[in-house]
């Protein structure tokens, strides 16, 4: 008798425990999966050079861009605050395969098992945020959303990721880069150094997060 109660027990537990989606889409030699993260690697020059200069933490991890997977039925999307569009929610075809664009890297990261269950949340959230333009600046306001902020703000529920103190110096002079000196002239602004921020090599070194592998793209 107390072991056919325990097993009703058993079968009510698992009937009522939230199942997260783990139901998977063949996309350009990788399995994706809902929430997964796809970074995009940097270029050596112009502004995608001159953040991976003052961010990047190692060899093997090189971006300058982040978003969101979300699959849809059979339909894999991308949601990300995009420098063309500002905050969208597009098929991830448009980003793969992006029209006069250079050929680039795309890595696929996962978040470890026990920090699945926030991405539904994070999905819902981030799709409070569509609409709102890039952010130029940097430097975190609610009006505009830049690509590792947007990604940031739609985990922050779980606390996945972590602002933290933004630089903009070149590591091998120890000054702050010659472009970003530049770039903030234009923009009438003091370079934020110091401010309160994140970027894509900070998010993809993040030990909740899983490297599954790169996709492989024919151009």
């Known amino acids: 008798m ?7 027990l058993l079968l009510l537990i698992l009937d009522f425990t939230p199942a997260f989606s783990q139901d998977q889409v063949s996309y350009l030699g990788q399995n994706l999966q809902n929430g997964d993260l796809i970074f995009v690697g940097a270029q050596s020059e112009n502004l995608s050079g001159a953040i991976n200069r003052v961010t990047q933490k190692t060899e093997n991890a090189s971006f300058d861009h982040v978003g969101i997977i979300e699959i849809k039925g ?31 890297q795309f890595a696929i990261y996962r978040l470890n098992d026990p920090y699945q269950s ?8 981030s799709k409070t945020l569509l609409g709102k333009p890039y ?20 985990f922050r529920h779980a606390s996945i990721f972590q602002l933290e103190p933004m630089t903009f110096k070149n590591p091998e002079t120890g000054n702050t880069d010659e472009f970003w000196i530049d770039f903030y002239k234009k923009l009438n ?14 998010l ?5 997060l899983i490297f599954i592998g790169y996709l492989i793209n024919q151009f």
């Not at 926030?118 to 959230?125: E, G, K, P, V």
Request: net charge positive; with cysteine.
């Open 2 to 8: 107390k072991t056919l109660f325990k097993l009703i």
């Open 204 to 208: 993809a070194s993040n030990p909740k």
């Open 74 to 104: 059979d339909s894999l999307l991308i949601i990300h605050a995009s420098t063309q569009k500002g905050s969208v929610r597009e098929p991830l075809d448009s980003l793969v395969f992006r029209k006069n664009s250079t050929p680039k």
């Open 118 to 125: 926030s991405i539904d949340q994070a999905i819902n959230t």
């Open 189 to 202: 602004m003091e370079v934020p150094e110091g401010k309160l921020g994140c970027n894509p090599n900070g």
């Open 135 to 154: 952010n130029w600046s940097y430097v975190l306001n609610d009006s505009s959303l830049y690509c590792s902020d947007f990604v940031e703000r739609a």
